[in-house]
């Protein structure tokens, strides 16, 4: 019999366009973060250098789409439960940082399903680190 196997899917990483995709979705993002009227209240909790920041969710944000395991090689493991247990973060802030996120890549991301499972994954992770 002739049974052909399936290939297997590619990663969502793969799908979103790979390292480049990535770097301007967290680019996008930021800028939203800093710049945009309604997300004042946000972005004064960006304390540290952006650079820094920017760096560290392109490392993370390849290995939570099932990339290259950047961050937790250079790092250790992200624990970014513990890491953001160090500010609280409301319902209104985690729709503030999603709607950053969903402006981000309506812009940067031009394939509507790929956008649309993005927007499942970061939205399960944003809703999680929700602790007020
Ligand atoms: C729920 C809304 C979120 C808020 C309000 C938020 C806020 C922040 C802030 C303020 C920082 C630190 C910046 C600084 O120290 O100046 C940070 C760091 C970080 N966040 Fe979030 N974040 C959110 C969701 C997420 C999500 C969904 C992800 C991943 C998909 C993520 C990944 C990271 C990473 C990787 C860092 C850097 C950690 C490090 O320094 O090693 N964050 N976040």
Not at 90 to 100: A, S, V
């Amino acid at each position: 019999m002739n049974r052909t196997v399936p290939e297997p899917r590619a990663s969502l990483y793969e799908r979103a366009g790979g390292a480049q995709a990535i770097e301007k979705i967290v680019d996008r993002h930021i800028d939203l973060v800093l710049h945009s009227e309604a997300c004042r209240t946000l972005r004064v909790l960006y304390t540290k250098d952006m650079s820094r920041y920017r760096t560290r969710m392109i490392e993370y944000v390849s290995g939570f789409l099932g990339g290259p395991v950047v961050y937790a090689e250079k790092h250790g493991p992200a624990q970014l439960h513990a890491y953001h247990r160090n500010m609280v973060i409301t319902p209104e802030l985690r729709d503030l940082w999603f709607g950053c996120l969903t402006q981000a890549l309506t812009l940067e991301v031009p394939d509507k399903g790929v956008r649309r499972e993005l927007a499942s994954v970061f939205w399960s992770m944003a809703d999680s680190l929700t602790n007020a």
